[in-house]
């Protein structure tokens, strides 16, 4: 079996990513300065490491330069749904609308049981209101994670603009009681006002789907 050289830019990204979230004594600051010199090592050894990638999306706020090193890294590397996920999130849905769509696709066909790809691809679908081609990406988000609330309010907006409206009020209703302090007022918030608007146009009586 070969083994990864220790100097490889995917070790020096993965070092960086490690300073940034792992515990310890460390200030913010030092945490930025030494995934910063991770960073600088990884990118030097290859420009298109999709680890680095994603470290630098961390590092910076520099939007343009992210998107840039994204289209290199689907380039290089189209076989990474990470890298078509880092283009789907530096794209702008009013710039390139299709380009997006390519990028969620491709992340959430690459990356079959990552939840967040398949969420973020029925979302997409959703807000490009293309409710019946975001409809298999969210029944299977929930299914790898039938307590994830967002995944459950997607779902149950695709239904909503299906007019379905009795899954869309039970796919709601469970992503509402999934909801707990750990999430933010602001989100727990939208999800119950949802909830209400469903109800209003739905009927409150509509029976709760099972899982």
Do not use: I
């Not at 890298?83 to 690459?110: F, I, K, N, T, V």
């Not at 967002?150 to 603009?161: D, E, K, R």
């Amino acid at each position: 079996m070969e083994v990864r050289e220790l100097g490889s830019a995917e070790v020096h990204a993965n070092r960086g990513l490690m300073f940034l979230r792992a515990p310890g004594e460390l200030t913010q600051a030092q945490r930025q300065e030494k995934a910063g010199a991770e960073l600088a090592q990884a990118l030097t050894e290859d420009p298109t490491n999709v680890s680095a990638a994603v470290l630098a999306t961390q590092l910076s706020s520099n939007r343009q330069e992210h998107l840039a090193r994204a289209r290199e890294l689907v380039k290089a590397h189209p076989e990474d749904g990470r890298g078509w996920d880092l283009l789907a999130e530096m794209l702008s849905d009013q710039d390139e609308p299709q380009a997006l769509e390519q990028a969620r696709e491709s992340a959430a066909r690459l990356l079959p049981h990552d939840v967040r790809m398949l969420t973020s691809l029925a979302q997409h679908y959703m807000m490009t209101l293309q409710p019946q081609k975001g409809l298999p990406s969210a029944k299977r988000a929930v299914e790898l994670s039938p307590g994830n609330p967002f995944g459950l309010a997607v779902q149950a907006a695709l239904f909503f603009q299906l007019d379905r409206c009795a899954e869309a009020v039970g796919f709601q209703r469970r992503a509402v009681d999934m909801l707990h302090e750990a999430y933010s007022a602001e989100f727990r918030k939208d999800l119950r006002e949802r909830l209400q608007r469903y109800e209003a146009k739905c009927g409150a009586a509509v029976s709760k789907p099972g899982p």
